[in-house]
């Protein structure tokens, strides 16, 4: 089955810093990212997604790459602000098939 | 927070027993999921269904069992054969697969203690 891992586990950043946070997958054949953001105490949800056939998106401050033939993609997020604290979750499918999710990434945004 | 509930919000249970967590959706969603979250695990799947009457083990069913009889509700039972349940348990709903609208809504969770 699919494999995905996610680096780093914290991440400290200073307000205003950008933030990258990295996964891979095992399988080629998964063709949906998506990244979730989970603040403390509350359920996860869907900050930006990419699908196979495009190689980066953009929405504001948030940015994902995707890199097919390495298996990696990448969550960038500039300017950052203290209300983007928070644990980030990358997953991947197929088909939209069930979400395999990584092991999630601490952002600390410090003032 | 419309969409996906989960009762209750906490839940406590003694050795030996079964508990049966709740997740109803109104997104008219055929896919539902339960995961399982522990701190430095990320969200590891327990059980999927696709579609009402029908479901497949996750990575980590051992010990959990589930129903799908209403496209509506996707009941998690753990049962006492699950050797450490202590964990916090979210459910997700989504579209059906191959549709190309994936993105899974998730419902507050669970936070299951054992006594």
Redesign the interface.
Known sequence: GENVEQHPSTLSVQEGDSAVIKCTYSDSASNYFPWYKQELGKRPQLIIDIRSNVGEKKDQRIAVTLNKTAKHFSLHITETQPEDSAVYFCAASKGGNKLTFGTGTQLKVEL | DGGITQSPKYLFRKEGQNVTLSCEQNLNHDAM?W?RQDP??????IY?SQIVNDFQK??IAEGYSVSREKKESFPLTVTSAQKNPTAFY?CAS???????????F????TRLTVV
Do not use: I, M, V, W
């Not at chain 2, 989504?94 to 994936?102: C, D, E, I, R, Y």
């Not at chain 2, 998730?106 to 969770?109: A, D, I, P």
């Open positions: 999921y995961y430095g695990q990320g969200l590891r799947l999927y996750g990575d979210l989504s579209t059906k697969a191959g549709t190309g609208n994936t993105e899974a998730f419902g507050q969770g």
